[in-house]
C-alpha cells in the first residue's frame, strides 16, 4: 500500500508531466472508481487545465481551473502516461485525454481506490479531507497526546490511526516504534507527555527521509506507471535480525496488522 511518502514521490512526478494541460476529454472504464456521479465528475472536469496538484495525508488533490478532485491510490493504484495510442489494459479504470495527445490513466488491479470531484476552494473543510488529523509536521503535541491519552489502544494501532495523526502506514508505524525503542502493544494511556513529543519528532524524520529517498529513486515514469514505491532502508519491518542487538525480530498481529519488533530493544514496560 502506498504511504505517505510514495504518494508525495507520485504527486511530485506527476507535477512534472501534466501541470498546464487540458483535459479534453475523460474516459470512465469502471464506474464504481468514480465516487460520487459518474456522469456530473466526466461533465465537471472535462475542458479544465490542471492547474496544480496538493496533497493531504494519501489523498492527491488535482487543482483544475474551476473544480478539483481527489484520489485515494489504496492498495494498488497508480498512474500511468501513455501515447494516446497505446492499446488500454484491463486494469487502467479511467482515462484523462491530455490536449497534447499524451493520456494520463489511472489503473488499480484490486478497484479499492477511489476519485471525487471536490470543491476547490474548501476540500480541506470538505469530507473526507476534513476527517483527517494533522500530518506530523503540523501536529500539536498537546492534542495528539490527549488523543493517544485517552486510548487504551495500542501504541502501534493509534499511530495507524488516521483521525490522531495522517499519513503513517503499517511499515512506517513499524518504523517508528523501532526508533522509539517502544513496544508496540503498550497501551496509548501508558505513553507519556515526553514520548509523544518523541513520537511526533520520530515520525516527521523518517517520513522526511522516505520521501528524499523517493525523490532520489524515481526520475521520470516506467513501463510500469508511477507507483511511488521504492527501496527505502528499513530497520524493523519485514526484517528477521535486529540491527542494534543483533536479536531476532519478531512479527505478531497487533489488531489484525502486521508488527514487527525486537523483543530485546522494545521491551514492554511494567
Ligand atoms: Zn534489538
Redesign the pocket.
Known amino acids: 500500500m502506498p504511504e505517505l511518502p510514495e504518494v508525495e514521490t507520485v504527486r511530485r512526478t506527476l507535477k512534472n508531466f501534466i501541470i498546464g494541460k487540458e483535459i479534453t476529454e475523460i474516459r470512465v472504464h469502471y464506474d464504481k472508481i468514480v465516487s460520487g456521479n459518474t456522469d456530473t465528475f466526466v461533465t465537471a472536469l472535462t475542458g479544465q487545465t490542471i492547474l496544480d496538484i496538493d496533497r493531504v495525508g494519501k489523498y492527491l488533490v488535482f487543482i483544475l481551473d474551476q473544480d478539483a478532485f481527489i484520489s485515494h491510490l489504496r492498495m494498488e493504484g497508480k498512474y500511468n502516461i501513455v501515447d494516446a495510442s497505446k492499446p488500454l489494459s484491463k486494469h487502467e479504470h479511467l482515462t484523462f485525454v491530455l490536449s497534447d495527445g499524451t493520456e494520463l490513466r489511472y489503473q488499480d488491479t484490486r478497484k479499492f481506490g477511489r476519485l471525487a470531484l471536490v470543491n476547490k476552494e474548501s476540500y480541506r473543510q470538505d469530507l473526507p479531507l476534513c476527517k483527517l488529523g494533522p500530518e506530523p509536521w503540523d501536529a500539536d503535541p498537546k492534542a495528539i497526546y490527549a488523543r493517544i491519552h485517552q486510548s487504551n489502544l495500542p501504541i502501534k494501532t493509534l499511530l495507524l490511526d488516521q483521525t490522531i495523526m495522517t499519513g503513517i502506514g503499517n511499515i512506517y508505524a513499524n518504523e517508528i516504534c523501532f526508533t522509539l525503542k517502544i513496544n508496540p502493544t503498550t497501551p496509548g494511556k501508558r505513553v507519556s507527555k515526553k514520548r509523544v513529543v518523541e513520537l511526533i519528532a520520530v515520525s516527521k524524520e523518517i517520513l522526511a527521509q522516505a520521501i528524499v529517498q523517493g525523490g532520489t529513486t524515481i526520475h521520470s515514469f516506467d513501463a510500469n506507471g508511477i507507483t511511488g514505491l521504492f527501496q527505502m532502508q528499513l530497520q524493523v519491518h519485514l526484517q528477521k535480525v535486529?540491527p542494534?542487538?543483533n536479536?531476532a525480530v519478531i512479527k505478531k498481529m497487533v489488531r489484525g496488522r502486521g508488527t514487527y519488533y525486537?523483543p530485546?530493544?522494545q521491551k514492554k514496560k511494567g
Open positions: 535486529c542494534v542487538c536479536g525486537c530485546t530493544c
